[in-house]
């Protein structure tokens, strides 16, 4: 794994002549990244908790009332991989929870009270796969449980309190990037979450206080991207299981100052995302797929928001939640698809002006899909499906609305 830790770094022979530290980050990687734990336990009274995480190039770093430009180059040729595998043997007393994640590359970068310059390319070549499994069907969590795993081959995150962040972004994916989630057990008493959420391109645009964004974002997927979770159990209490597919995801949220983006999308890729929950016995039992190959949220608390998105996917969108139980109370089901999707919102308070130039094109299919099996008696079914190849939602709201 290729690392870098940056603060205030200072690349220049003459410190004096800038205005700001600069950070010239440049990380290869042609080996494959493995991250992997296998745990054994039959008994635990308390918690059982396990962070995992595969990391193929980083970048992390950020200025404190400083200026800061950053020029980010990060290539993975290797596939990057992190494994999770869980057996419990008879009872968790305790709380249950696995976090697994695999990142082919990331930045993450913070300035506060400062401006923020962006200049940064990621390109994935190899895979991404991130997989938890819960081993032992037998097993008694009586603490409850939360297993997620995620995979994003290219992720950028950027801004920061009273931050102008502005420049340029580009990120692009021609492997696999896949997030699975696998739990079988007997008996969950207690509150039930698992979940998988696949990214191949991932950028993450955060300013709050007083701060304004001036940001181009390309996003360029090729390959295959999908999120699966499967959740078993003969008596659930309270079980969420979700997925969540993307192809290229853009969020920008800004507070205090004008927002401008410029947003650029093309995905030829497949992109699958399935949720699948089965109980015998069941309280609250839910199962919630969404996948979509473009997807771009820009949402400011303040006046002025500004949108050029250009969106154009050829590849097909594959979206199934499925939940098959016996004896309840709530059944909720639930599947999302679509091929481009926009949203841009503004302050209604703040008199907010939101200007928006959006193209979308989908050559692709879109399908989503709720099955829903309730063999004995059951209180309330509730199931939705949706399935758009373009759509767009502008508006206006008050914060926090």
Not at 49 to 62: D, H, K, R, W
Not at 372 to 384: H, L
Request: with cysteine.
């Amino acid at each position: 794994m290729g690392t870098l830790l940056a603060l205030c770094a200072v690349a220049a022979s003459d410190a004096s002549a800038q205005s700001g530290p600069i950070v010239l980050n440049e990380q290869i990687q042609f080996g494959d990244i493995f991250a992997g734990q296998q745990l054994n336990v039959v008994v635990a009274r308390q918690q059982v908790t396990v962070t995992n995480t595969a990391l193929g190039n980083q970048l992390a770093g950020g200025a404190e009332e400083r200026d800061v430009s950053v020029q980010n180059r990060q290539y993975q040729h290797g596939t990057t991989s992190a494994e999770v595998s869980l057996y419990i043997g008879d009872e968790a007393a305790g709380r249950v929870t696995a976090v697994n994640q695999a990142r082919a590359n990331e930045a993450s970068i913070a300035a506060n009270g400062a401006e923020l310059v962006l200049d940064s390319d990621q390109a994935n070549y190899g895979s991404a796969i991130a997989r938890t499994i819960l081993g032992n069907t037998e097993a008694h969590l009586t603490g409850g449980i939360s297993l997620s795993s995620a995979a994003y081959s290219n992720a950028m995150t950027a801004g920061g309190k009273n931050a102008v962040t502005t420049g340029a972004i580009s990120q692009s994916t021609s492997g696999s990037t896949v997030a699975e989630t696998y739990a079988p057990a007997r008996y969950v008493p207690g509150a039930a979450y698992y979940a998988s959420d696949a990214a191949a391109n991932l950028t993450q645009l955060t300013t709050t206080g007083s701060s304004a964004q001036r940001v181009e974002v390309g996003q360029v997927s090729e390959g295959w991207t999908s999120a699966e979770t499967v959740a078993t159990a003969a008596n659930a209490w309270n079980s969420v299981a979700t997925s969540s597919a993307a192809a290229n995801r853009i969020n920008a949220s800004n507070a205090g100052g004008s927002q401008v983006v410029t947003t650029r999308q093309s995905n030829i890729g497949g992109v699958q995302s399935q949720a699948s929950t089965y109980a015998y016995d069941y309280g609250d039992l839910r199962a919630v797929a969404d996948g979509v190959a473009n997807q771009v949220s820009v949402s400011n608390q303040d006046v002025w928001v500004e949108i050029d998105n250009s969106q154009f996917n050829s590849g097909g969108v594959s979206v199934q939640a499925e939940l098959t139980a016996h004896n309840g109370y709530e059944a909720y089901v639930g599947a999302n698809a679509a091929g481009n999707s926009v949203t841009g919102y503004a302050c209604a308070d703040c008199g907010g002006i939101l200007n928006t130039n959006t193209t979308q094109t989908n050559n692709g299919n879109v399908s989503a899909t709720a099955v829903t099996n309730i063999g004995g008696q059951g209180r309330a079914v509730i199931t939705g499906t949706t399935a758009t190849g373009n759509t767009a939602s502008f508006y206006v709201t008050r914060p926090g609305g």
